[in-house]
């Protein structure tokens, strides 16, 4: 009978150490050059490597004063400089957004001010050839990857479930169901790695996504198949308005990887430079082969969940306040002490970005009914033609009674 041996140094898949082709993975060859790869590696004996440190990584305070930290370095200025444009557009970004949800052109904009450190480093540390699976929340790391913020804005308008080509872009559509798009982030990086391609896949997830089923069993997967993925999980304290205390008992949420095998790190959320340097090693170590990694940014939602929240039902403006002295853009400007005319600049190419938004957002879009059944399969299926056809029929019939 199939068998993956009781030595745990020497993993088999049939009697002894010869390989058989049906197992209970299935007859697939690829399957089963994948164990062979891996059968001398065994369940880690030693767990101190996978635990992640006391404290989050910080490498500048909230003055903008470098810290020292032994196992990361500052990265260089023109890092943080390209770091820091990305920050004040997104700030412009969430605020024009916010703005055009009271004006009606926006359904619903989950706001990301104050945490936009961790989307816009999780973009700038990835390749051209990585992907990107976002939050309902992730819009301005979605437009750090290249899309276009009309585009980007799509869903939250109400008019397509994605407004951009994830393959052009290498991001996957915003996912509004909780952590669903970690195990297609598996998935992706797992192909990718089978093919010998150099991918790697961020996977962006809220700490209310860590009590969903998806996260244990992305994790879990990933883990196993050693999958080239780095999962950021943005604690921003709150799923809506439930506490990270009434989520999770753990030391912090990066010990969830312990169980599956899978390193943790913690880093200080609204410190992109430090997100920059951990979550370029991370990235760094996927890459190299050396499986997935788990990284916690601690940051603080400082707008409502959405703008159909009200957060003062649930917390005190005084917890609020207390993180306006760690923002990360004054943070980094700080730090940078950029002339003032530089600074000037990459406020008014920010100004410009949410000139477009507004352009693009204030124009209205006739719908294409047809185009409901456009891109739902490669092949639209016998069901689909039906369903097109009768639609087609009924506008026919409106359209003669008018």
């Keep these: ?222 883990a196993v198949l050693r999958a080239p993925v780095v999962f950021l999980i943005q604690n921003n304290e709150y799923a809506i308005s439930v506490p990270l205390a009434r989520q999770t008992a753990a030391p912090s949420l990066a010990h969830k990887g312990i169980g599956y095998g899978i390193p943790g790190a913690r880093v200080d959320g609204n410190d992109v430079a430090a997100l920059l340097a951990v979550l370029g090693a991370a990235v760094t170590k996927a890459r190299a082969g050396e499986g997935p990694q788990l990284v916690e940014a601690h940051t603080y939602r400082m707008q409502a969940h959405t703008n159909a929240d009200d957060a003062t039902r649930y917390r005190a403006a005084a917890d609020v306040e207390a993180w306006v002295a760690r923002d990360p853009i004054t943070r980094l400007t700080a730090h940078l002490a950029l002339p003032p005319d530089e600074l000037a600049d990459l406020h008014a190419q920010a100004e410009r970005v949410a000139e477009h938004v507004r352009d693009g957002l204030n124009r209205d879009v006739e719908p294409v009914p047809a185009d409901l059944f456009a891109h739902v399969y490669a092949a639209p299926t016998p069901q689909l033609r039906e369903q097109a056809a009768q639609l087609a029929d009924e506008l026919d019939r409106e359209g003669a009674l008018r």
């Excluded at 209970?24 to 880690?44: A, C, D, N």
């Excluded at 915003?174 to 195990?183: G, N, R, S, V, Y």
């Design 1 to 222: 009978m199939p068998s993956l041996g009781p030595n745990r140094a020497n993993w088999t898949i049939g009697p002894g150490t010869t390989p058989v082709q049906v197992h209970f993975l299935g007859s697939v060859p690829i399957v089963e050059s994948e164990w062979q790869r891996y059968k001398h590696v065994f369940m880690t004996g030693d767990a101190d490597h996978l635990l992640p440190s006391d404290l989050p990584v910080t490498l500048l305070g909230p003055d903008g004063h470098p810290v020292a930290d032994a196992g990361h370095a500052l990265p260089a200025e023109a890092a943080l400089t390209t770091a820091l444009a990305g920050l004040i557009t997104a700030r412009r970004l969430n605020d024009q957004a916010y703005a055009l949800v009271r004006q009606g052109r926006l359904a619903v904009y989950p706001s990301s001010h104050g945490q936009e450190a961790c989307q816009v480093a999780a973009a700038q540390v990835l390749a051209d050839g990585d992907w990107l699976f976002p939050t309902y929340r992730d819009t301005v790391a979605v437009v750090g990857r290249g899309v276009d913020p009309v585009e980007a804005l799509t869903l939250l308008k109400g008019d397509w479930h994605c407004g951009w080509d994830p393959y052009e872009h290498r991001v996957a559509p915003h996912a509004t169901p909780l952590a669903t798009q970690l195990p297609h982030a598996v998935g992706v990086a797992h192909a990718a790695r089978l093919r010998g391609e150099p991918t790697v896949v961020m996977a962006l997830c809220g700490d209310g996504g860590t009590s969903e089923g998806d996260f244990h069993e992305a994790l879990n997967f990933a």
